[in-house]
């Protein structure tokens, strides 16, 4: 038994645990090599205790948060305390032992106060290449084998000395190994900063206190969290979304189903109706269905309780074995980002129906998509591997628009800056701006999508993976509010020639080649035609909405005198009469777009 703390040192004391896992965040961000990392923030620190359960978390990716709550454990497993020294370093990117995809690396560090282990710290980062078929991920990968490095739990220092052999063989297996040894490099740097603050910690209070007050935080989390369940109606909800395709069988739409139950203080999440495992690499093991599980549970239900391992406590999930969201070994897992977000959507939409005025309109699919460019730039004869991230609209919310082309859900990343795009990488950013028409009209609108052209400057045969999302159907709106609009891109080749690209495909450019892409914008939420005509007007002046899109989804007439655009609210006031009658009364929950709505 840990010693009891009082409530005043119990809040200082979970005050530094969350300043120490982002610290450790920033260390990570400024040590690192890979515009991924340094620019995009496509990574992760967290704290856990000698059990392998979460103490804190930074402010940073919950696709991640949630896969180190399966992966450490599994670095625990095969390293047990009575085989671990100071300065040991540990690694971990397995998909079917508790990890994510294979460019994600985990790392855990040992914290010992005289001699026991009192903690880890631990961090996530995705690697900008770890070796496999194509440079970064591919889409069009039917094994695992094909996607690069398989690292079981390994020693990557040992008594604060590099492990030779390891550091060796992932040289050997990537094609930018500066970079990917330069970002564990910051991984390691990371977890250095947290031991070092966590043992100042227990300095400074006593070991008893910090690891009393880590139980009791634990346990508080899920009694306040389980308090806000309990609250919430006994009943089970049901939803389904879909995905494009699998980057293999493209004529094929991937079903997500889930049953959600509340259960006096318990959520259970029962995906059975899912589509089977794919052939392509949308497959998702299990510690992505907890990232999105957990992160829907944090945001909807438990925002501002203490993040640890007491908050997820209360989450049972059932995943059949072979389907999309538990394949069996070696299914391909590197898009497995899109197959976690469209999870999450899945959850959303369930938990509309037991907290309609907690749960936004589905977002454009939380980033609209990602693409890999990788080659030999003949500037420099020096290979290259990057990745650029395009974002997409946000679903409208209970009381406000959603946010144009943003990072949304599980993904909280950035998009690498145009200059430094432009600066280490044969390409030129010609266009980078918001997509008009693109969102979900409703009393709040969704938000944007984004248009983003990128030209091929120098080379041949730059190779392209390209990934989107909401290709096929729409971001759904609720309560009234229409869905977001598809997203779309092609390549227009310097001839003139323009190739369609259909969500999910690996590709070839070549110079003088252009990269168009068109992020779908957010559902919107409510009915249109109680949003205020002022309101719409600034939308039509700002290009968010043309005049022909005010008219026709929302009812408003705008004309122009004097080339000014102005409300013509007598003709608005009879066309929302007329449209009004000719709908009917909204009876539905969600509209999905192509006429399909769902009460």
Not at 66 to 90: C, H, N, R, W
Not at 378 to 400: H, M, S, W
Not at 538 to 554: F, G, N, P, T, W
Request: aromatic fraction near 8%.
């Amino acid at each position: 038994m840990h010693k009891q703390v009082d409530k005043i040192t119990l809040e200082v004391i979970y005050h530094r645990l969350v300043s120490i896992a982002d610290e450790m965040q920033h260390v990570l961000i400024r040590s690192s090599f890979s515009s991924i990392v340094k620019e995009a923030q496509d990574c992760t620190t967290a704290l856990f205790d000698a059990e392998a359960k979460t103490i804190a978390q930074a402010t940073s990716i919950p696709i991640h948060l949630g896969t180190l709550m399966e992966a450490i454990p599994q670095i625990i497993k095969q390293f047990p305390p009575s085989e671990t020294q100071e300065g040991d370093v540990y690694i971990f990117n397995d998909p079917y032992t508790g990890g994510t995809h294979l460019p994600d690396i985990a790392m855990a560090t040992p914290i010992i106060y005289k001699g026991e282990i009192v903690a880890y710290s631990t961090s996530m980062v995705h690697h900008q290449d770890i070796g496999g078929m194509k440079p970064g991920v591919s889409t069009s990968a039917t094994s695992m084998y094909q996607e690069g490095l398989n690292l079981p739990p390994v020693k990557f220092y040992e008594a604060g000395k590099p492990v030779k052999m390891i550091h060796d063989i992932i040289r050997n297996n990537v094609r930018i190994y500066n970079q990917v040894l330069g970002d564990l490099g910051g991984q390691v740097a990371a977890g250095n900063v947290g031991r070092l603050r966590i043992l100042e910690v227990i300095d400074e209070y006593g070991k008893e206190i910090v690891l009393g007050a880590i139980n009791q935080l634990m346990d508080y989390s899920e009694v306040s969290t389980r308090e806000e369940i309990k609250n919430l109606p006994n009943k089970t909800s049901y939803f389904v979304d879909w995905l494009d395709n699998d980057g293999v069988e493209l004529d094929k739409k991937i079903k997500f189903q889930v049953a959600l139950t509340i259960k006096k203080s318990d959520i259970i999440l029962d995906f059975t109706g899912s589509s089977p495992q794919v052939m392509g690499p949308l497959n998702c093991t299990s510690s992505g269905s907890l990232a999105a599980a957990a992160y829907a549970l944090r945001s909807i239900i438990a925002p501002l309780i203490p993040s640890n391992d007491g908050c997820f406590r209360v989450i049972q999930r059932i995943l059949p074995e072979g389907s999309i969201v538990n394949p069996k070994r070696p299914s391909p897992t590197g898009v497995r980002s899109s197959t976690i977000g469209r999870i999450a959507d899945t959850i959303f939409g369930a938990l509309i129906k037991i907290v309609p005025e907690r749960v936004a309109a589905c977002s454009g699919g939380g980033i609209g998509g990602v693409v890999y460019f990788g080659g030999t730039d003949p500037l420099t004869d020096k290979e290259y591997v990057f990745l650029d991230i395009f974002f997409a609209g946000q679903g409208a919310r209970p009381t406000k628009d959603g946010i144009d082309a943003i990072s949304q859900d599980v993904y909280n990343v950035r998009t690498v800056p145009a200059e430094s795009l432009e600066m280490n990488f044969p390409f030129r950013v010609l266009k980078a701006g918001l997509r008009e028409n693109s969102a979900g009209a409703g009393e709040y609108r969704g938000g944007l999508g984004m248009v983003k052209i990128l030209e091929f400057l120098r080379g041949r045969n730059a190779s392209v993976t390209f990934r989107g999302m909401r290709f096929y159907t729409q971001p759904w709106g609720i309560f009234g509010g229409l869905p977001g609009r598809n997203a779309k891109a092609f390549i227009l080749r310097k001839k003139g020639k323009k190739e369609i690209i259909l969500s999910n495909k690996d590709l070839i450019m070549n110079e003088g080649d252009q990269l168009h892409i068109f992020s779908p914008g957010g559902g919107g939420y409510g009915d249109p035609l109680k949003r205020n005509p002022e309101t719409v007007l600034r939308d039509v002046l700002d290009k968010r909405v043309s005049i022909k899109a005010a008219a026709d989804e929302y009812g408003v007439v705008i004309i122009e005198e004097d080339s000014k655009k102005k409300l013509d609210l007598e003709k608005t006031s009879e066309l929302r009469k007329n449209k009004a009658k000719v709908r009917g009364p909204i009876t539905w929950i969600y509209d999905r777009g192509g006429g399909e709505k769902e009460r």
